[in-house]
């Protein structure tokens, strides 16, 4: 029977239902599959305009021998005269707290160069970008014309100046002919709390404190919840005690407080934040290479390309590994790696120096990435005679800087070396037996990709002719001072130079007499014109 409570249940129904589902809008873009030649809709410019033959337009499934993802026709980009790209207005206005959904399908001729789409906004002809409203495919296999797709997702924030203003996309593309197919772009409304600011790792010292936060919106403008969770199994995660606002912080944090943290927001409707990583300042990786490649700091064991000439080492009375004439690696894994903070490298080495040796060729000690130019680190050494090293973030801006060369007597001697590299400061230092050879401001670090490895790179292309021992990695910069004492545990009883004097003449790191004889040897020296003013 039909009654009053029927018709109230139907009602809680309606309302539950009106708050749960998302509206969506009609999908976006006109014309994404390229199937219609319409100049109304995408706009081409670039590419090879001196031949029509090649120039940036839709190409069938017979042009270039590719078929196209999607039906019969796709986009083609060339890259001369100019590189090509192509973008499409919409007639979509940009409403706050919308999400907006970009996918593409993309292939060209080489292995990780790209095809970016970035959304802008239409300001009276005015094309303006929005600021990480990007997305960017990398070519994953050319072999085969293999197409590859991504989706991201961008939420909208009211009293931005995109809001109320057409929507776009724009297409470009790195150094290479690219096909571009099946263009999305839908918008969704937004009911749930809106996080715009993440979390991020903490690194902290033990005693110190576990700093976290959210920043998040409520699109009907209510009050918002939070709960922050430290991480289990997703199922029986662990609410930590008082962490009810925007920021959590946990006081006196020491190991066991290590782990996965992440924020439920709420407005009757719950939104979960990303999940990061707290993790105590200390050694993440400590592989001493005896005999084995164990890492006996966080269990992340090393595994080898066909490497197995242990020798004897400088540490403790262990082993070390012999890399000479040899062009496999040892492949370490940064797994237990958290960034917050920064990184720390250190290693001892010792050329072997041998006879016959190319003296132009660089040999890498340890790196990470598979070939020059994708490093994201390399120390090597150039010439058998001095260290060098390169840091190269994810859009392949690089710093690279080259130290002092030792002198030949001293190249086949056990050397402490120790790289460090301030993620907040951008900063990176580099030491050679405790004394600091380089600082200077350096790139933002792009991450370790799958592993650290010593003796070459991934791709087998510059063996080390070394016997290299020791390899920690720490999740913080750490000081000149705790470098120093490392370098004398195993050292004791040398002498460093921990920050040469600004008058240190004779360069033996103390301001004395011999500095002294050598300024009075030159004493009067003039070179002056005319020489009358060089009497007084």
């Given at each position: ?107 060209n ?70 096909h ?14 809106i ?13 110190g ?7 998040a919106?409520?699109p ?37 407080d ?52 242990y ?89 690279s ?5 030792l002198?030949?007597h001293?190249?086949?001697?056990w ?18 037996d ?56 195993v ?11 600004v ?34």
């Amino acid at each position: 029977m039909f009654n009053h409570i029927t018709s109230k249940l139907l009602m809680c129904l309606t309302a539950v239902l009106a708050a749960t589902v998302p509206a969506f809008a009609a999908e976006l873009i006109t014309n994404g599959s390229f199937e219609i030649v319409d100049p109304n809709d995408w706009q081409f410019s670039g590419g090879y305009s001196s031949d029509p033959a090649r120039r940036a337009d839709w190409k069938s499934v017979v042009n270039n021998g590719l078929a196209s993802y999607d039906g019969s026709d796709h986009a083609f980009l060339g890259k001369d005269p100019v590189y090509a790209q192509v973008e499409q207005t919409t007639t979509h206005l940009i409403t706050a707290n919308t999400q907006y959904t970009l996918s593409f399908y993309m292939t060209n001729g080489g292995v990780g160069r790209w095809v970016k789409g970035q959304l802008y906004y239409d300001d009276g002809g005015v094309k303006t970008d929005i600021d990480g409203w990007v997305l960017s495919i990398g070519a994953t296999d050319t072999s085969n014309n293999t197409w590859d797709t991504d989706t991201a997702v961008f939420t909208s924030i009211a009293g931005q100046p995109y809001i109320g203003k057409p929507i776009g996309i724009r297409f470009t593309r790195s150094n290479s002919w690219s096909h571009l197919d099946k263009v999305s772009l839908n918008a969704e409304e937004i009911l749930e709390p809106i996080i715009s600011e993440q979390p991020s790792n903490a690194v902290y010292p033990a005693g110190g404190e576990i700093i976290m936060s959210v920043a998040a919106t409520d699109p009907s403008g209510g009050t918002l919840t939070y709960q922050w969770y430290q991480y289990v199994d997703g199922i029986n995660d662990t609410p930590v005690t008082g962490a009810t606002s925007e920021t959590m912080i946990i006081t006196n944090a020491q190991v066991g407080d290590e782990g996965e943290y992440y924020c439920v927001v709420g407005n009757g409707l719950t939104t979960t934040s990303d999940t990061a990583k707290a993790q105590s300042m200390r050694v993440v990786g400590h592989w001493p290479l005896d005999g084995n490649l164990d890492d006996i700091a966080g269990g992340q064991h090393g595994t080898t390309a066909m490497i197995d000439n242990y020798v004897g080492g400088i540490v403790g009375s262990g082993q070390a590994i012999d890399f000479t004439g040899d062009p496999n690696f040892v492949a370490l894994p940064p797994t237990d790696y958290v960034s917050g903070k920064g990184w720390t490298i250190t290693w001892w080495e010792k050329s072997t120096d041998r006879a016959g040796t190319d003296p132009s060729v660089w040999e890498v000690l340890v790196a990470s990435g598979i070939s020059h130019g994708s490093d994201r680190i390399s120390f090597y050494r150039y010439e058998n005679s001095y260290y060098c090293f390169r840091i190269t973030d994810s859009y392949s801006h690089t710093i690279s800087a080259s130290m002092p060369a030792l002198p030949p007597h001293e190249r086949q001697q056990w050397h402490f070396l120790a790289a460090t590299y301030n993620e907040t400061a951008e900063l990176a230092d580099f030491y050679v037996d405790g004394e600091k050879v380089f600082s200077d401001v350096a790139v933002t670090f792009g991450g370790f990709g799958d592993a650290i490895t010593v003796g070459n790179r991934l791709n087998q292309e510059r063996p080390a002719d070394s016997v290299i021992d020791d390899v920690k990695l720490y999740n913080y910069p750490v000081t000149q001072d705790e470098v120093i004492a490392e370098y004398f545990a195993v050292q004791p009883g040398t002498m460093i130079c921990q920050q040469r004097p600004v008058y240190d003449i004779v360069l033996d790191c103390v301001v004395d007499l011999k500095d002294f004889v050598e300024i009075a040897s030159h004493w009067l020296e003039c070179g002056r014109l005319p020489i009358s003013e060089c009497t007084e």
